[in-house]
Structures are given as C-alpha cells and as structure tokens.
C-alpha cells in the first residue's frame, strides 16, 4: 500500500537556525497538509496546500513557516528561525482525489529545538 | 465546528471486543463521522467513517445512533497492537476539498495481555 513518507525521522536543531522538514506524499495525491503535535499535545493543524499554493492556514503558521512543493514529488515546511517552542513532532499528510473522506499521515519528524 | 467528546481512556484485554464511544449531540445533517487513531510515536491513522447507517471495514465497525447523536466504533478482538488513541472527529460534508480535521484528545485505549 502507498504510504506517506518523511525524512529526516528526528532532527535536533539549535535555537535561530533554519530547518527543512521534508515529505513525499503518495503520488497521485493532490491536497497536502502539515500538522504538529507538541509531547503529551493536541495533533494541531498548520497548514494545508493544494494546486501549487496554501489554501488555508492556522494561526500558528506565522511568517518563520513557509511550505513548498519544489519539484512534484516533495512536499517541504521551513521554519526560518527555531525556537525552543518549536520542538515538536511534525506531521505531514496528502489526501487523493475524489476522496475527501481519509487523510493518509506520515511517520513524522521529531524536532528538538535546544 | 461540532464537537465530540469521548472518554479520556478505556482498558481492555486481549482478544475481547471494545466498544468506544463518543458524543456528538450538536452533529449537523451534513456531518460525517470520522474516527482517526494514533499508535505510540506515530502519526494519525484513518480508521473509519459514517454518515447515518452502521460501516464495517477491515479494522472496525462503527456503530451511529439512530438520532445520530453518538456514535460507537467497534474492535471486534482487541488486540496489543491495538492500543493507541482514538479519535472521533466530525466532518462537515459541505465543505470542500480541503478538510482539515480537528483533532481533540481522544480515547487513550489499553489493552491488556
């Protein structure tokens, strides 16, 4: 069965530096969304991007995220500028055509943000 | 959005039906009932889905009161791989294509050996 898939599986990150989590969903695959669940936390939803643009977006996705699909296959979330509340899990997921009703999540990237 | 509540965690043994249930007495007519479950360290997996009639699929049944108030999803043999959180979450069907579920605390289940 095609699956969701995410790299790298942890990363650890000092406080103001660049991140890139990446993603590459199931291929015929159309709406794709990151979320994050912070330890012991809500799954909360940042974002979702459909037909090259976000379409919608959380209040948590301020100006340090940004999201992109570079190349078709990858689906990446970039946070400018850690900082420590960063750390989190981070969730992608795709959703198919004609099938509104079953988000398909990655296995995640733990965060940790020192 | 409408919102659901279910029990904060429920116990089971191996191998014996669990039923979890969750409120939803403010559901709309257009809503589906969707339930999500999330293994330790993983991300969230779609389990099953319903709008007014009782579903079965490979993982569970899912069970939705006839005034669709509650609903109830169904293990039917518990097993260790079973433990996990579960989600029910509501999806209004009049929304697009891009649905987005909110997700809450769920249903931690444990099973027992």
């Known amino acids: 069965e095609p699956e969701v898939t995410q790299t790298p599986s942890h990363q650890v990150t000092q406080m103001g530096q660049e991140v890139i989590l990446r993603c590459v969903p199931i291929?015929?695959?159309?709406?794709f969304y990151w979320y994050r669940q912070i330890l012991g936390q809500k799954v909360e939803f940042l974002v979702s991007?459909?037909?090259?643009?976000?379409?919608?977006k959380s209040e948590i996705f301020d100006d340090q995220f940004s999201v992109e699909r570079p190349d078709g296959s990858n689906f990446t979330l970039k946070i400018r500028s850690t900082k420590l509340e960063d750390s989190a899990m981070y969730f992608c997921?795709?959703?198919?055509?004609?099938?509104?009703?079953?988000?398909?999540f990655g296995p995640g990237t733990r965060l940790l943000v020192l | 959005d409408a919102k659901t509540t279910q029990p904060n965690s429920m116990e089971s043994n191996e191998e014996e039906p669990v039923h979890l249930p969750c409120n939803h007495s403010?559901?709309?007519?257009?809503?589906?009932i969707h339930w999500y479950r999330q293994l330790p360290s993983q991300g969230p997996e779609y389990v099953i889905h319903?709008?007014?009639s009782n579903v079965n699929n490979r993982m569970a049944s899912l069970a939705i009161a006839e005034d669709r108030k509650s609903s109830t999803l169904i293990l039917h043999r518990a097993t260790l791989r079973d433990a996990a959180v579960y989600y029910c979450?509501?999806?209004?069907?009049?929304?697009?294509?891009?649905?987005?579920?909110?997700f809450g605390r769920g249903t931690s289940l444990i099973v027992h050996p």
């Open positions: 319903g709008l007014t």
């Open positions: 997921a795709s959703l198919a055509p004609g099938n509104q009703e079953t988000q398909y």
């Open positions: 979450i509501l999806r209004d069907g009049k929304s697009g294509g891009s649905y987005i579920p909110t």
């Open positions: 291929s015929n695959h159309l709406y």
């Open positions: 991007f459909y037909n090259n643009e976000i379409s919608e």
């Open positions: 403010t559901i709309s007519g257009t809503d589906y």
